[in-house]
Structure formats: structure tokens, C-alpha cells
């Protein structure tokens, strides 16, 4: 069975950084498209960034700029690094495998004014 899970959440102030992580059992992550996606509290879940297997990446344009998708096939991982933090930044962040139901539980993002 397919296991993602995410780590590296947290609280910080605006303008800081923080970088998720999304760790998978077995190889999938590193045969797969990969993506991440938030879910602010009361909003839809919201597609964030998206890394193919050979690591083009493309990102919603409210964090062009700010987050970086990347990926490690050995480690079969995939990270978010996101700085500059906004406020409106604040969600649960899930890492999802591309055109599948293979979805982390999320890890929280608090980004504090």
C-alpha cells in the first residue's frame, strides 16, 4: 500500500522560510509526477506546485517566485521549500501523486502577521 507523508510544517512569522517534505514508501514518488496542494481553512483544496519526472516544474501564481518544488529519486522524496511566507500562506499542505487517489495526510503551515 502506498504511504506519502508529509513533515516540516510549522508556525513562523512572515517573511520566513520553511521546507516540507514528502517521503513515500517504495518507489512511486521517483516513477511519478508529483505535486502539492493546500487547503486554507473554509477554501477548496488549492493545487500548488507540480514536478515531472525529469523535474520541470511549474507553480500556482501566488507562489511564483516564492516556493520551489524539487525532488530526490534515491530518498524517493519530494520537497517544498517556501519562503517569503505570507500570511494568506497559512494551510494544511498535501503532496499528492499526479492523476492518482495517492494523497499524504498533510502537514499545517501557520504563518503569523
Known amino acids: 500500500q502506498v504511504q506519502l507523508v508529509e513533515s516540516g510544517g510549522g508556525l513562523v512569522q512572515a517573511g520566513g522560510s520553511l521546507r516540507l517534505s514528502c517521503a513515500a514508501s517504495g518507489s512511486i514518488i521517483s516513477r511519478n509526477v508529483m505535486e502539492w496542494y493546500r487547503q486554507a481553512p473554509g477554501k477548496q483544496r488549492e493545487w500548488v506546485a507540480v514536478?515531472?519526472?525529469?523535474?520541470?516544474?511549474s507553480y500556482v501564481d501566488s507562489v511564483k517566485g516564492r516556493f520551489t518544488i524539487s525532488r530526490d529519486n534515491a530518498k524517493n522524496t519530494v520537497y517544498l521549500q517556501m519562503n517569503s511566507l505570507k500570511p494568506e500562506d497559512t494551510a494544511v499542505y498535501y503532496c499528492?501523486?499526479?492523476?492518482?487517489?495517492?494523497w499524504g495526510r498533510g502537514t499545517q503551515v501557520t504563518v503569523s502577521s
Open positions: 499528492h501523486v499526479y492523476n492518482t487517489d495517492y
Open positions: 514536478i515531472t519526472n525529469v523535474g520541470g516544474t
